[in-house]
């Protein structure tokens, strides 16, 4: 069965300090891979999304991640946190060659904290 | 450029009750897709709905039944309400076939007493 798997449910990182989080997937094959954030109240907002091609994916508000097929990962990392960054992250997947409608399969979330 | 609006915020019904929730596309979005997310999980996905036809569905019994409109509204429709359908219900729109993600709205909390 497909699924995603987030090891870290919290995270604290000090503000300006680099962070990683884990995403781990369980798939047939290549799928579509994102990553998405929720601000307490709000929807979702895409990060970053990687469909095929350079596995290094730049998304907006400096956040990159990087597709691993050999360990199935796609982690997030963004060198220098904000405060504004706290939020909860998930990660997510869909069949690959889905298109943009594919149906996301979600992790369970990880929560970032940020001391100032 | 409006992007994705639900109604109703917040909802409180009891057991046993049915509620509708509502969900306008993004401008230009032909595609709607409907969330469950459970507090302090993933959302998960119910159905979606393009050319007014459910395409996809998730594993939700039959007591979750959706509509899409003409103008690509959709509704989400949720019978004989339990306690564990407590949630936030998203909606999240595209443009079949484009290269655009799907766009989330903020969501419908919707609590069972």
């Known amino acids: 069965a497909q699924s995603v798997t987030q090891p870290d449910i919290h995270i604290t990182v000090s503000e300006g300090a680099s962070l990683e989080l884990r995403c781990n997937y369980s798939?047939?094959?290549?799928?579509?891979l994102f990553w998405y954030v929720q601000s307490p109240g709000q929807g979702l907002q895409l990060l970053l999304k990687y469909f095929s091609g350079d596995t290094l994916v730049q998304g907006i508000k400096g956040f990159e991640a990087e597709f691993k097929r050999s360990q199935s990962s796609f982690n997030l990392r963004k060198p220098s946190v904000h405060w504004s960054d706290a939020a909860e992250y998930f990660c997510?997947?869909?069949?690959?060659?889905?298109?943009?409608?594919?149906?996301?399969?979600f992790g369970q979330g990880t929560t970032l904290q940020v001391k100032p | 450029d409006a992007g994705v609006t639900q109604s109703p915020t917040h909802l409180i019904k009891t057991r046993g009750q049915q509620v509708t929730l509502r969900c306008s596309p993004k401008?230009?979005?032909?595609?709607v897709s409907w969330y469950q997310q459970a507090l302090g999980q993933g959302p998960q996905f119910i159905f979606q709905?393009?050319?007014?036809?459910?395409?996809q569905r998730g594993n939700f019994p039959d007591r979750f039944s959706g509509h899409q409109f003409p103008n690509y509204s959709s509704e989400l429709n949720v019978n004989a309400l339990l306690l564990g359908d407590s949630a936030l219900y998203l909606c999240?729109?595209?443009?079949?076939?484009?290269?655009?993600?799907?766009?989330f709205g903020d969501g419908t909390r919707l609590s069972i007493l």
């Open positions: 997510a997947v869909a069949r690959g060659g889905s298109g943009n409608t594919g149906k996301l399969i």
């Open positions: 401008s230009g979005h032909d595609t």
């Open positions: 798939y047939g094959a290549t799928p579509y």
């Open positions: 999240a729109s595209t443009f079949a076939g484009s290269n655009q993600p799907q766009h």
């Open positions: 709905y393009y050319e007014e036809e459910e395409r």
